[in-house]
């Protein structure tokens, strides 16, 4: 079966721009679950979703934002991007989001902000 | 102090050599323990799964917990040049996907 499918791989933006970050889980699984990974902070949660709802937020700023559909896909969204936003966004997808141990990764959107 | 502390390497060993990766924490409360193994340009992959402490067993890899001195450990028994990678610890109170704290990796590299 298809594993989790994020989309772009690979981005360019400048300071100040926006972008969003699409993925697919796998299929059958409702909750979509985001990370930012730098060499820095290593992995952070930014924020989960289940059933179209967000269901916990990470410390992050508001300009982070996501959404879920009804099918289950899920976008982010980063406004007036700073450099420090240049980072490797992971999504992972579970089945109901209860499961640590079953969190299935894709393989990122590198953002580079410029 | 982060909560999840481990060191970023890089590690090298040859191929064949006992590997023991580590990661050590300061939330005694932890009860979800996992080893992820990350190749370069993809995303994590979940190797081992534990629940509060012991050993567990999968193949060429073993985990150990041990909640007394908050460190756990991962063993690459026979190690190969496919298990190059870096590797990340995680740990979380309770069992949902948003509640995981991440290490921040041993990059590993096993020299054939």
């Known amino acids: 079966k298809a594993g989790v499918t994020q989309t772009p791989r690979y981005l360019i933006k400048t300071r100040g721009q926006q972008v969003t970050l699409s993925c697919s889980p796998i299929?059958?699984?409702?909750?979509v679950s985001w990370y930012q990974q730098t060499p820095g902070q290593g992995l952070q949660f930014l924020f989960e979703?289940?059933?179209?709802?967000?269901?916990n937020k990470g410390n992050f700023p508001g300009r982070f934002s996501g959404r879920q559909f009804s099918n289950s896909r899920s976008e982010m969204n980063v406004s007036t991007l700073e450099l420090g936003d240049s980072a490797l966004y992971l999504c992972?997808?579970?089945?109901?989001?209860?499961?640590?141990?079953?969190?299935?990764f894709g393989e990122g959107s590198r953002l580079t902000v410029l | 102090q982060k909560e999840v502390e481990q060191d970023p390497g890089p590690l090298s060993v040859p191929e064949g050599a006992i590997v023991s990766l580590n990661c050590t924490y300061s939330?005694?409360?932890?009860?979800?323990f996992m080893w992820y193994r990350q190749y370069s340009r993809k995303g994590p992959e979940l190797l081992m799964y534990?629940?509060?402490?012991g050993n567990k067993e999968d193949g060429r890899f073993t985990a150990q917990v041990d909640k007394s001195s908050k460190y756990i450990s991962l063993f690459i028994r026979d190690s190969q040049p496919s298990d190059s990678a870096t590797y990340l610890c995680?740990?979380?109170?309770?069992?949902?996907?948003?509640?995981?704290?991440f290490g921040s990796g041993t990059r590993l590299s096993i020299r054939p």
């Open positions: 992972a997808s579970s089945l109901l989001g209860g499961e640590a141990g079953e969190l299935f």
């Open positions: 534990t629940y509060s402490s």
């Open positions: 299929s059958g699984h409702r909750s």
């Open positions: 939330n005694s409360a932890f009860q979800y």
């Open positions: 979703y289940f059933s179209e709802t967000q269901r």
């Open positions: 995680a740990m979380s109170l309770y069992s949902s996907a948003s509640k995981i704290i």
